[in-house]
């Protein structure tokens, strides 16, 4: 299915959830999902898009400074959000992963190389801003839009080349991965299968690692605790990245629909180390 939300609080929009598109299988000996590995960095919990950061600050490790708007008309109103993002997680003392789409493709989904990146980048250094970046995610949903397995390979390779940190990607749940084989950090949501997704994740190479993304905005509410539970056990889980904090044109987000203090004391368990 695909979901199109209309984000109340910044009156944006953004492609949520569906299936499509092209993939090529990654590289050899892939992991199934079942298999615990031992933990080498540490365990993210955050928001998909944007949340209240000061609500947020004292459960979360990263927030997700997210490219919503309109790419052909307000690309500079974009670049001035997420640097005011960057700013205000940065005083907070959290990282930030960076949407970072809508300097890579036209609002069409095609491709148009890293040259708006490399600037972007340069400005983010000037701030003192890109050192908190630990992610760049790169489209959302690639395989909903029909971008095909060539083109998001290149999108990746170029743009960790341009911005040399993690590649993050979240794919809609009909099974398409275009691009896995160069991602970093790999996804998949699926918010009618509840925490079946976790069965579901795409096949990963030891070097690669998960996102799961628990649905707890409306209309799904789901329960975070078996989406925690996954990623604490497992160490080739990356992040866990729920969605949604704010409300949308689908209903309340995470933030106000009543989820949001169990969603809390899983990301401050997963701050603090919590086993």
């Known amino acids: 299915m695909t979901l ?3 984000v109340l609080a910044a009156a944006l929009v953004l492609a949520g959830c569906g299936g499509g598109g092209s993939s090529t299988p990654s590289a050899s000996a892939p992991v199934a999902p ?3 590995i031992v933990r080498t960095a540490p365990l993210e919990f955050g928001y ?3 949340a209240d950061i000061a609500a947020t600050a004292n459960s979360v490790t990263f927030s997700h400074c997210i490219d919503w708007g309109d790419w052909t008309k307000d690309k500079e109103a ?3 959000r997420i640097i005011a993002q960057l700013q205000s997680a940065k005083a907070a003392g959290l990282k930030a992963i960076v949407s970072t789409g809508f300097l890579t493709f036209d609002a069409g989904y095609r491709y148009l190389g890293t040259a708006e990146l490399v600037a972007f980048k340069k400005q983010l250094d000037a701030l003192d801003l890109s050192k908190i970046c630990i992610a760049a995610y790169c489209i959302d949903e690639p395989d909903v839009h029909g971008i095909s397995d060539a083109v998001m390979t290149q999108c ?4 960790r080349a341009a911005w040399p940190i993690k590649m993050a ?3 809609g749940p009909n099974g398409q991965t275009p691009g896995i084989s160069a991602a970093d950090w790999i996804g998949r949501d699926d918010y009618g299968a509840g925490s079946g997704v976790l069965q579901r994740l795409p096949s990963i190479r030891p070097d690669q690692q998960w996102i799961v993304v628990p649905g707890g905005a409306d209309p799904w509410r789901q329960d975070v ?4 539970d996954f990623a604490k056990a497992r160490g080739n889980v990356a992040a866990v990245i729920a969605f949604l904090y704010v409300d949308y044109g689908g209903g309340k987000g995470i933030g106000t629909n009543g989820t949001f203090p169990a969603y809390a004391a899983a990301g401050t368990a997963i701050k603090k180390g919590a086993a």
């Open 34 to 36: 079942t298999a615990p």
């Open 225 to 228: 605790t078996p989406f925690a």
């Open 156 to 159: 990746f390779n170029e743009t």
């Open 4 to 6: 199109r939300l209309t």
């Open 78 to 80: 974009i670049k001035a």
């Open 48 to 50: 998909f898009g944007l």
């Open 169 to 171: 990607v979240i794919y």
